[in-house]
């Protein structure tokens, strides 16, 4: 994570950043056919963003090879909320980090 993703977490605040993160699993990962599939998680410009593609929780292709999660089905609450978890983790790892 670069420092100006370090700068933004550390202005909004982790509850916050989580917030954003909850809307884009909701948004652009959890429709069982997302828009842009493979192509709908920007790689910079928010921490969020980049936890998701150092996480495997970008789309729903990495989705499924990483955590197990099959395409062509929407996302459980409990999916997300799990996704929404490993993106709070390496955030929090991340955070300690430097």
């Known amino acids: ?4 993703d370090r700068a933004y ?6 509850s916050t950043i989580l917030e954003h993160g ?3 699993i909701a948004h652009r990962l ?3 056919h997302p828009v842009k599939d493979g192509r709908q998680t920007p790689w910079k410009g928010h921490p969020v963003f ?4 150092a996480t495997g929780t970008c789309c729903r292709s990495c ?7 099959g395409k062509g089905q929407a996302l459980s609450a ?7 978890a490993v993106i709070a983790e ?3 790892r991340e955070e300690k980090r430097l």
């Open 1 to 4: 994570m670069g420092q100006a």
């Open 9 to 14: 977490l550390a202005s909004k605040g982790f």
């Open 22 to 24: 909850a809307d884009f």
């Open 30 to 32: 959890a429709p069982a």
């Open 50 to 53: 980049v936890a998701q593609h």
């Open 63 to 69: 989705l499924e090879k990483w955590h197990g999660f």
């Open 78 to 84: 409990q999916q997300q909320t799990y996704v929404l």
């Open 90 to 92: 390496w955030l929090h």
